[in-house]
């Protein structure tokens, strides 16, 4: 581990200018993806400003029905509250399949979208990685990639982003505030994560010290239902290698509005608007969700590894429309 | 002789559990030294090749960095003859990850930092890691006994071939035959406490606390290597975290951690990380393996052909026993197993619970299945036809052989009467349900090498002396057990010390044989002190107590039985439709192991194995990345081991049966039976709920799902 400084910031704004200062810096919020890369050696900061203690830790309504996150609002907190579990179910489930009971304790909300996408050979300092080294190769692509992408990569770079909070939170048109050095901004989160096209690097569009204040989750209609269905190697601990993230509004037998992400299938959580698009006052029938699906994997380009992605994403997308569509009201 | 049971058999509670819940059960990195310095190495990125210049000069001005030791600058050691060992002799690179140097320093994170400053060139070579039954440079192993130090070609011992009968002329003429390949990949140990050694040296003596199975054959490999009388050398274990057989080697890190104290004049600690564990500790060799059967229309086998390819490391030849199984378990009269070694570049691989018993009984029971169906014949039953009356290659009797109870009763308890013979026929909401069977077999052997000391003292305690080791698995409590009854005392009177070479010497915890060699050699111990009090002192221990030392003796029957621990294992898998996710609800396991020294850590040791079982079934695979030559997914986020939530119910029995031939106690081995046979349980079962038979481990869910054809 490269030595560094670490300094604590006392609020918002002192933590934004600490960073300012320090081009080679990171924030720190619960550690657990960033402590994890300086240990291999894969992210070198030269500084630390720990956000973890901001004055961000809780969950507010606003007077327009807006559920606003703090930014370090942690996971199992979030997974717990009765609003989210109540209003957006599919929000806490999506939490809670995600890493281990100790490891949400620790995760924030901002953090959590800002873990980096996940790639064996980009945690692996002995091989090149166009992310963690520019310009080096992409070893992925023509070696071990089960679980990477099969939607909106590049030659640079096939990695996915692991965060099943956010794939319910781009199902939820979930709103990301930010500070920094030049002001406030509101990012929707759909457009907070890139896709790598030539600068893998980049997981997001966030520029150097802009910090995540909050996370703002819109009301839902109130037919609204909403699920999270997540696919993996192994029963727990694991990160997806699919998950669907979906809201249904439902009426008389059809499609009144639907929202859907795909996790595990790009370098970003992949709203679904050719599913989304295609169901639009469709009938709710097992047909046509399967239809759906099959036109926005149409786009996909499998891997060697991983093709079995797109039979398992349309398979988990119908079985997740076809049980919200048959949830009792 | 025979012994009197009262603590035998009792389910004590471990004797150790206290201070490991208490934390105060000293594991090899918390040995306290004084002034420790502490070691980073720096390992090869390339697979093959040579060391052509290193720049360690930014490392070594880092503040708090002591030495870095390279091939240039380290020890000379007196034996270069075990390759793995032979750390830091020359510049080659024979594998990548392979040790190529160390950085100590005055705390972990600075000694970790430094050796990233490291600057290596490299002369490369062209490598080949490629796993291919077609290789042309296959060959047949020889003299790979026991890490090559003892005599027969596969690392048991067995001869690599065998053969009876006319295979080929049998399964031509059969009337229902099977011809399927199997393959099971590279696994991993992942044992909770990483490797480490803690070495220091004082005068010409060295002392080393190292995670090992067992610190008599530590001493020994490392008295070899730095050419030291075995009694200049010390090594200390009291408790291990895990081990599953990476740790009955001491590997190259221990040598390392020697050397390093040797520069350095200081103790220097040294414990792995999860990812080096990956690539310096061995693991257990990839196979692929062919199955042939023949059988008459009646279901009863007249040819078994079991040709084994297995990897083996260019570095240095480890031939492991993957068809042996099969040479034991069903009668047929024409049969043939072979074993030929692919030699790869990579790291050397090392016993794994059950080695060659584990991916061999996954080819074979799979086959048994497949052929059972093609039979036409309940699973159960075609196995219970082909039980044979002796050994079936050597023509020996059993020491003792209760499969057919064990199937038998597992059947029953499990409600196996209930299965359907037509797969894919029962369905539960998504979930798709079978049902499958796997016979389980490990050989039981004793160890020599063993000695132990008693002291009886006047007040009846009662210490027991001997280098034995306890991975977790209860030797602790098991073996003061076995001792209390061989002395005629109770437990409380009874003080075990074992994980030191300071003890009388003692055969590693592996090949099932522990507690059956240790337990033999206390036996004989007890034996001769009560022989003694009685015979000189009037059967009353003098006043100033009295010692008796003695070795293990060998046992008569071995020439003359065959002896093997067996089971059957029953599991009940959920496949989900739409996903091909595979659930596990239910295994049972009922165990012929012999007599039962304590049923708590017995019931822990097989449940432990069934799990093991499970997570080979599903799980895991070292994925080896050709064009680099490693495991790419070497940690514990990718390299999957079971969850708790992977695993649902495990059952596990046994049958009372105590072996009148194996040892004293009536013992065989219960450490790596359960594992055996889990693999192919599962894989039957998920036959029976799908219809689809998947032959190569782990079984993922993409093996369970229609997929499109990619076009490159």
Not at chain 2, 37 to 49: K, S
Not at chain 2, 268 to 277: G, N
Request: aromatic share 4%; charged share 20%.
């Amino acid at each position: 581990m490269k030595p560094f400084r670490y300094q604590r910031a006392r609020d918002v704004r002192g933590a934004v200018d600490m960073l300012a200062q320090a081009p080679h810096g990171a924030f720190l919020a619960g550690g657990t993806n960033l402590v994890d890369l300086m240990r291999l050696g894969v992210a070198t900061p030269d500084l630390l400003v720990d956000v973890r203690r901001l004055a961000c830790d809780r969950i507010e309504e606003l007077p327009d029905g807006t559920l606003r996150i703090g930014a370090t609002v942690s996971n199992s907190e979030l997974a717990a509250d009765r609003r989210v579990r109540r209003r957006y179910p599919v929000l806490s489930q999506a939490l809670l399949s995600g890493a281990s009971g100790q490891l949400r304790n620790l995760a924030t909300t901002g953090g959590n979208l800002l873990q980096r996408t996940r790639c064996v050979y980009f945690q692996d300092l002995t091989t090149p990685c166009n992310k963690r080294e520019p310009g080096s190769g992409c070893p992925a692509r023509e070696g071990y990639h089960r679980e990477l992408a099969i939607l909106g990569w590049s030659q640079a770079c096939v990695a996915t982003h692991p965060s099943d909070m956010a794939v319910a939170l781009a199902a939820l048109d979930a709103v990301v505030r930010t500070r920094g050095p030049d002001g406030e901004r509101a990012v929707p989160l759909t457009e907070l994560h890139r896709l790598p096209g030539d600068e893998p690097e980049r997981d997001t569009v966030l520029r150097h010290g802009e910090l995540i204040t909050a996370v703002d989750l819109p009301p839902l209609p109130p037919a609204a239902r909403s699920g999270y269905r997540k696919v993996r190697d192994r029963a727990s601990y694991a990160f997806a290698l699919v998950s669907v993230a979906a809201v249904v509004e439902p009426a008389d037998g059809a499609v009144r509005d639907v929202r859907i992400a795909l996790g595990g299938v790009a370098h970003k959580p992949w709203r679904a608007s050719t599913a989304e698009q295609a169901l639009r006052g469709a009938p709710a029938t097992a047909e046509r969700f399967r239809a759906a699906a099959e036109a926005e994997l149409s786009a996909a380009r499998p891997l060697a590894g991983n093709a079995f992605k797109i039979p398992l994403v349309c398979n988990t997308l119908v079985a997740t429309l076809v049980g919200l569509a048959d949830e009792p009201p | 002789m025979s012994v009197i049971s009262h603590a035998v058999g009792t389910p004590l509670d471990r004797l150790d559990g206290p201070d490991k819940v208490k934390g105060a059960a000293v594991y090899a990195a918390e040995h306290p030294v004084d002034r420790p310095a502490y070691l980073y190495p720096l390992q090869a990125t390339i697979a093959v090749g040579r060391v052509i210049a290193l720049d360690t000069a930014a490392a070594g001005a880092e503040p708090d960095v002591l030495a870095v030791l390279t091939h240039r600058n380290a020890p000379r050691l007196a034996s270069a003859h075990d390759a793995e060992l032979a750390v830091l002799q020359s510049d080659e690179v024979a594998y990548r990850g392979q040790i190529i140097g160390g950085v100590i320093a005055e705390t972990p994170e600075t000694a970790r930092h430094a050796a990233h400053l490291v600057r290596v060139t490299y002369a490369e070579r062209a490598h080949d890691v490629a796993l291919r039954p077609d290789r042309d440079d296959l060959y047949k192993p020889l003299n790979a006994a026991f890490f090559c130090r003892g005599g027969g070609e596969l690392m048991d011992g067995s001869p690599a071939d065998s053969a009876v009968g006319d295979v080929d002329a049998a399964l031509a003429a059969a009337e229902v035959r099977l011809d399927a390949t199997y393959t099971t990949p590279i696994n991993h140990h992942n044992p909770m406490e990483p490797h480490t050694a803690v070495a220091l040296w004082s005068d010409d003596e060295l002392t080393v606390y190292c995670s090992t199975q067992g610190v008599t054959l530590s001493r020994d490999l490392l008295a070899t290597v730095f050419g030291l009388d075995p009694r200049r050398v010390r090594v200390v274990c009291p408790h291990v975290g895990g081990a599953f057989g990476s740790k009955v080697y001491c590997h190259s890190y221990a040598v390392l951690a020697a050397m390093a104290a040797q520069i350095v004049h200081r103790p220097v600690k040294f414990a792995l990380t999860r990812r080096q564990m990956f690539s310096l500790v061995g693991y257990r060799p990839a196979t692929v393996q062919r199955i042939r059967l023949g059988a008459d229309p009646g279901g009863r086998l007249t040819a078994i052909a079991h040709d084994v390819v297995v990897q083996t490391a260019k570095a240095k030849g480890y031939a492991e026993q993957v068809a042996v199984c099969t040479r034991c378990m069903y009668a047929a009269p024409h049969r043939r197993t072979t074993h030929r070694l692919a030699p790869l570049d990579l790291p050397v691989p090392t016993i794994m619970r059950a080695p060659g018993q584990a991916q061999g009984m996954f080819a074979l029971e799979s086959a048994m299945d497949e052929m059972a169906i093609a039979c036409g014949l309940d699973p159960v039953e075609f196995r219970i036809r082909n039980e044979p009356g002796v050994d079936p290659e050597t023509g020996r009797p059993f020491s003792s052989r209760h499969l057919v109870d064990c199937l038998r009763d597992g059947a029953r308890r499990f409600g196996w009467d209930r299965r359907g013979p037509v797969s894919r026929a029962r369905r539960e909401g998504a979930w798709l349900v079978g049902t499958g069977v796997s016979a389980s077999t490990h050989p039981s052997p004793r160890f020599a090498g063993n000695t132990t000391t008693i002291r009886a003292g006047p007040d009846g305690r009662h210490t027991v002396l001997i280098a034995a080791a306890d991975l977790g698995t209860g030797t602790w409590t098991a073996l003061t057990q076995i001792a209390a009854d061989a002395l005629g005392v109770t437990v409380d009177e009874v003080e075990l010390r074992i994980g030191d070479t300071a003890l009388p010497p003692a055969s590693p915890a592996g090949g099932s044989a522990g507690i059956d060699s240790w337990g033999t050699s206390v036996v004989e111990t007890a034996g001769r002190l009560r022989a003694l009090i009685d015979s000189h002192h009037g059967g009353v221990v003098p006043p100033q107590g009295l010692e008796v030392t003695s070795d293990m003796p060998d046992n008569p029957d071995a020439a003359h039985y065959a002896m093997h621990s067996f089971g059957a294992q029953f599991a009940e898998v959920r496949v989900h439709a739409d996903t091909g996710e595979v659930r596990v609800p239910r295994l049972l396991g009922v165990f012929d192991a012999g007599r039962v020294i304590n049923p708590k850590t017995a019931r822990s040791q097989l449940l432990g194995g069934m799990t093991m079982g499970l997570s080979m079934a599903l799980h895991e695979q070292g994925v080896v990345d050709p064009r680099f030559g490693h495991v790419v997914n070497g940690d514990l986020a990718e390299y999957h081991i079971a969850s708790h939530a992977d695993v649902g119910s495990v059952e596990a029995y046994w049958v009372e049966a105590e072996d009148p031939h194996t040892n004293p106690m009536g013992s065989k081995g219960i450490g790596e039976v359960g594992i055996v046979g889990t693999a192919a349980a599962i894989a039957n079962a998920v036959h029976h709920a799908t219809g689809i038979r998947v032959r190569d481990l782990p079984i993922t869910l993409d093996k369970l799902l229609r997929q499109p054809v990619v076009e490159e």
